[in-house]
């Protein structure tokens, strides 16, 4: 058969394009399910807190993923600048994953514990204040904005029936731990609980 003759009819052209997606998924993909290191969390690994899952949603809210990516890879360049590259042991209770594809801001897969809370907080309220080239939009109204808990209890549960380990305890205390808090402080207890499960020099 004529390569010519294949490009020219759409639906043959159309049959070997699933047939070689297919193969590809199936050698590449399919194994990455039966393999502990990519559906097991890192040990040591605990679910985030109440806090810090409400911290999250106002982290995909904001579209903080849209400019930074939670991925390092594992290239010299990027390990040297932002730490021990990512594993997948570290994001299996993410849902949906905050992986991101672009980097307009750095990666934040290991911000956790490297600025202060103060700092986090005065680089949202107005990140010029910190960082004078910064063309990231300011967030003041997390300042204000009070978080009351109401789903927390729910979008916990809903973790849990896909696999985090979260307890009736957590669960039933999840309102009282965040209520009253703000969503700066939510915001900030997320990105401090970044990458810290592994450790590494910068």
């Known amino acids: 058969m004529k390569h010519e003759a294949v490009e020219k009819n759409i639906g043959l052209l159309a049959f070997f394009m699933v047939i070689a997606v297919s193969v590809g998924g199936l050698t590449q993909i399919v194994p990455l399910f039966f393999q502990d290191v990519t559906n097991k969390p890192v040990e040591g690994m605990k679910p985030r807190t109440a806090l810090e899952l409400e911290g999250r949603d106002i982290y995909i809210r904001e579209g903080c993923v849209g400019c930074h990516s939670q991925m390092i ?3 010299r360049a ?19 994953f905050l992986w991101g594809s672009k980097r307009t801001g750095p990666d934040l897969a290991r911000v956790g514990g490297r600025y202060s809370d103060d700092w986090h907080r005065a680089h949202l309220y107005n990140p010029r204040n910190v960082v004078p080239e910064s ?9 204000e904005n009070k978080l ?5 209890a729910k979008k916990m549960e809903v973790l849990r029936t896909l696999g985090t380990p ?20 939510a915001i900030v207890a997320y990105l401090q609980g970044l990458g810290t ?3 590494s020099k910068r």
Not at 135 to 143: G, Q
């Open 78 to 96: 990027e390990t040297e600048r932002y730490g021990h590259y990512s594993v997948a042991g570290e994001s299996v209770w993410d849902h949906p």
């Open 197 to 199: 499960i592994i450790k």
């Open 148 to 152: 009351d808990g109401k789903d927390t």
């Open 73 to 75: 890879r594992p290239f």
């Open 166 to 185: 979260y307890t009736d305890a957590d669960i039933a205390g999840a309102r009282d731990a965040v209520k009253g808090k703000t969503e700066m402080d």
């Open 135 to 143: 063309k990231m939009p300011s967030y003041p109204w997390l300042v």
